[in-house]
């Protein structure tokens, strides 16, 4: 008796991302089994392309549309598979690729494709901001405006978005913000609010690192106000997954939340600015999402080698804003 294979569609992004495409899509030829898959491979060629062939895949019920490309393509793909039958896969190649690392789906591609040869379907949550779906993280404050500048940079990787930051560090204001958390009203100067989904931004930077993919609730962190010394503290927090337990840190945990802010201005979700009015309403949707996941994950991929260039790129950032302001008042007694 011969088993019906499986529709699966690859959408791959061809300018997304840090790695070259067409060895993915070599090692898919070579290691994908063809005993279980029939597949496809379908190559954007437009912004917002990946969503139409995702739709059109969940209405034909696939059994599931793989991203090859990093959280904006996954993104786009994910909010047309929620509710549907058809689940998402990920070959992550992106410069953060938030949602693959929390789910533990490799950065190598050879083990990402051994992953959906697996076939092992985990449903999960998502969020919604203003009504715009993500998967990881959205929020408000200097992540968002830096996610912005980033998107405005052309620059890609976990560096540039470090150097952006420091360099927008000294000249952004914490706002005023006003929280409703289901009824309950508090008042932050804040940095940033973050809306977790799941734990981290990407690149393992670890924003709500108790945040769960399956909980039901969002995990929300305020950072508030600091100064350039606690720099490099928050930093190491942020990737050893101990950020909540910095002074500068507020959390809780919730199924909805209005943020009200004085002005309008940037938002996020997943990374990708959007601008947002006074109000925000952010809320959770339970276990709307089928994805591809390892059965049993190994343990977190962690780049050492990036940590420690982080770190370097923050400390030698200090330095040079220090140098700078030391020359700025040289300047003003002369």
């Not at 789906?105 to 959906?116: C, G, P, V």
């Not at 997943?270 to 089928?290: F, H, K, Q, S, T």
């Amino acid at each position: 008796m011969t088993t019906e294979k499986k529709k699966i569609t690859f959408i791959v992004n061809p300018i997304s991302g840090t790695q070259g495409k067409e060895q993915i899509l070599k090692l898919i030829r070579e290691r994908l089994d063809l005993e279980k898959y029939e597949y496809e491979v379908i190559k954007t060629e437009y912004a917002g392309h990946a969503i139409v062939i995702a739709n059109e895949c969940a209405e034909r019920k696939d059994h599931a549309v793989i991203a090859i490309g990093g959280d904006g393509t996954v993104n786009e793909i994910a909010r047309s598979l929620v509710h549907t039958q058809t689940a998402l896969g990920i070959i992550p190649c992106g410069s953060g690729n938030g949602l693959a690392r929390h789910l533990h789906i490799s950065t190598n591609a050879r083990k990402a494709i051994d992953i959906l040869n697996q076939g092992y379907i985990e449903t999960i949550d998502y969020g919604k901001i203003n009504g715009q779906l993500f998967f990881c993280t959205c929020g408000v404050g200097f992540d968002a405006f830096i996610s912005l500048k980033f998107a405005e940079s052309g620059k890609r990787g976990p560096l540039s978005y470090v150097e952006q930051t420091l360099r927008e560090n000294l000249s952004y204001k914490p706002e005023t913000y006003e929280l409703d958390i289901e009824g309950n009203t508090e008042h932050y100067q804040a940095f940033v609010i973050a809306c977790g989904n799941a734990a981290q931004y990407g690149n393992n930077a670890f924003i709500a690192p108790s945040a769960s993919l399956t909980d039901g609730l969002l995990d929300i962190t305020v950072l508030l106000p600091f100064t350039l010394l606690d720099v490099p503290s928050l930093t190491f927090q942020l990737f050893n997954k101990t950020i909540d337990q910095n002074s500068h840190i507020k959390t809780f945990r919730c199924k909805s939340l209005h943020i009200h802010r004085e002005k309008p201005g940037v938002a996020h979700y997943d990374g990708d600015p959007i601008m947002m009015g006074e109000d925000i309403y952010v809320n959770i949707v339970p276990a709307g999402l089928r994805v591809i996941t390892p059965e049993e994950p190994e343990s977190p991929e962690h780049d050492e080698n990036m940590l420690e260039r982080t770190q370097e790129v923050v400390l030698n950032g200090i330095k040079q804003l220090n140098d700078e302001f030391f020359e700025g008042i040289r300047k003003l007694n002369r």
